[in-house]
């Protein structure tokens, strides 16, 4: 079968770094994905890598490797207002999204 | 980026009725919609896949005659939510994808069901 593992839930302190991992198996690999959804709102795109590597977009950076099926999103100069759900999301094969159930990031002050 | 729109936001209704979801992309052309359902605290779950002017593609588990999917142009798909019970409550959520499968998919603001 098809998953994605990602922590439940973490917590972190406003203005440090927290890296939240995701780690998959799918059927084929056509790029991996997170989005930021706040409680009671639809999800907002965050990344996309398809290559090894990390991909750094202001405080936000991911990272892929795809022989070890594993990602991890960094947050970096935490602010609360980057309390919510992350979700880690696979499209494989048949290029559906296949979701994580999110990771909660809770930031405290 | 792209934006699409969902309405209602909020819906409240008696058990035994029907709720139609409006899903429009706004600035773009939507060869694909995509409908999920996200129970509290749990994944985004697929419901079905539709295409313009196509019959949609639903995900195992899900009742066609129950979802009713409609794509009837490149920036309108409906659900139905035919005879709504309580265990349909939950949070429905579109997402509209403009080109080939590798293309970015765009969310709705999502649509709270909630039957009484």
Redo the contacts between chains.
Sequence with gaps: GQNIDQPTEMTATEGAIVQINCTYQTSGFNGLFWYQQHAGEAPTFLSYNVLDGLEEKGRFSSFLSRSKGYSYLLLKELQMKDSASYLCAVMDSNYQLIWGAGTKLIIKP | ?AVVSQHPSRVICKSGTSVKIECRSLDFQATTMFWYRQFPK?????MATSNEGSKATYEQGVEKDKFLINHASLTLSTLTVTSAHPEDSS?Y?CSARAGT??D???????T?LTVL
């Design positions: 980026g749990q994944s985004l779950m697929l949070f959520i499968p590798r970015e998919q765009f969310f709705g603001p999502g709270r």
